[in-house]
C-alpha cells in the first residue's frame, strides 16, 4: 500500500522554530508537497521539493530526501497565525497526489 | 475573482439518496480532482481527471462516480448515499502542464451529512 507518515500534533511557542516530518511510501514519487488549512478552511498550498535539497520561501522551508523517502516543513519566527493544519502529499504519477493524514500545529503565546 | 466554487456548501441528506456535488473553476487547469476529508485520515482522493473526457479512480472511490464533459465542471456523484459517507469534500484542480510542481487550489469544500 501506499502512506505517507506525519506527526499528528506539534506544539511550539510563538517566535520559535518548528519542524514537521513526513516520511513516504508510494509506487511512484513525482515530488513531495506541503499544504496549510486552517480551522474551516481549505488547504492552501505552501512549498513543493522535486529534487533533493531545501527549498526556501520567506518564513517557511521545505526539504526533501528521494533516498530516504522523507522531507520536512520548517517554520520559523512562529507566529499565532500559523496555528494549522499542515499535510505533506506526494504526487504518484498519473494526476494522483496523495496526502498524509495531517500535523496540527499549536502556537502558544 | 479567479477560482474553484462548489455547492453546496452544506447539506444534510437521507440515507439512499442519490446526491450530485458541483464543482466549478475558471482557472482553465487541466486537472481536477475529488477528495474526501474525515478527522484523522487527512485528505483521500476519491476520483480526478486529468483533461476533458476522461476520469480516474483514486484511493477511495466506491460510491461514488463523475464526469468531465468540459474543461471547468468536475461534479461528484453518490448514487445512494450511506452515512459512511458523512464527510467534508474538497474539488481541487492544478495545471499539470506546467511540469511537475502542480500546486492544486481547492474549493471551499462541501460538508455533507448522510442521516
Known amino acids: 500500500g501506499q502512506s505517507l507518515e506525519q506527526p499528528s500534533e506539534v506544539t511550539a511557542v510563538e517566535g520559535a522554530i518548528v519542524q514537521i516530518n513526513c516520511t513516504y511510501q508510494?509506487?511512484?514519487?513525482?515530488?513531495l508537497s506541503w499544504y496549510q488549512q486552517h480551522d474551516g478552511g481549505a488547504p492552501t498550498f505552501l512549498s513543493y521539493?522535486?529534487?533533493?535539497g531545501l527549498e526556501e520561501t520567506g518564513r517557511f522551508s521545505s526539504f526533501l530526501s528521494r533516498s530516504d523517502s522523507y522531507g520536512y516543513l520548517l517554520l520559523q519566527e512562529l507566529q499565532m497565525k500559523d496555528s494549522a493544519s499542515y499535510f505533506c502529499?506526494?504526487?504518484?504519477?498519473?494526476?494522483?497526489?496523495?496526502f498524509g493524514a495531517g500535523t496540527r500545529l499549536f502556537v502558544k503565546a | 475573482i479567479a477560482g474553484i466554487t462548489q455547492a453546496p456548501t452544506s447539506q444534510i441528506l437521507a440515507a439512499g439518496r442519490r446526491m450530485t456535488l458541483r464543482c466549478t473553476q475558471d482557472?482553465?487547469?487541466?486537472?481536477m480532482y475529488w477528495y474526501r476529508q474525515d478527522l484523522g485520515l487527512g485528505l483521500r482522493l476519491i476520483h480526478y481527471?486529468?483533461?476533458?473526457?476522461?476520469?480516474g479512480k483514486g484511493e477511495v472511490p466506491d460510491g461514488y462516480s463523475v464526469s468531465r464533459a468540459n474543461t471547468d465542471d468536475f461534479p461528484l456523484t453518490l448514487a445512494s448515499a450511506v452515512p459512511s459517507q458523512t464527510s467534508v469534500y474538497f474539488c481541487?484542480?492544478?495545471?499539470?502542464?506546467?511540469?511537475?510542481?502542480?500546486?492544486?487550489?481547492f474549493g471551499q469544500g462541501t460538508r455533507l451529512t448522510v442521516v
Open positions: 481541487a484542480s492544478s495545471d499539470s502542464t506546467r511540469g511537475e510542481n502542480t500546486e492544486a487550489f
Open positions: 508510494t509506487s511512484g514519487f513525482y515530488g
Open positions: 482557472m482553465r487547469h487541466n486537472a
Open positions: 502529499a506526494v504526487r504518484t504519477g498519473g494526476f494522483k497526489t496523495i
Open positions: 481527471s486529468n483533461t476533458a473526457g476522461t476520469t
Open positions: 521539493n522535486g529534487l533533493d
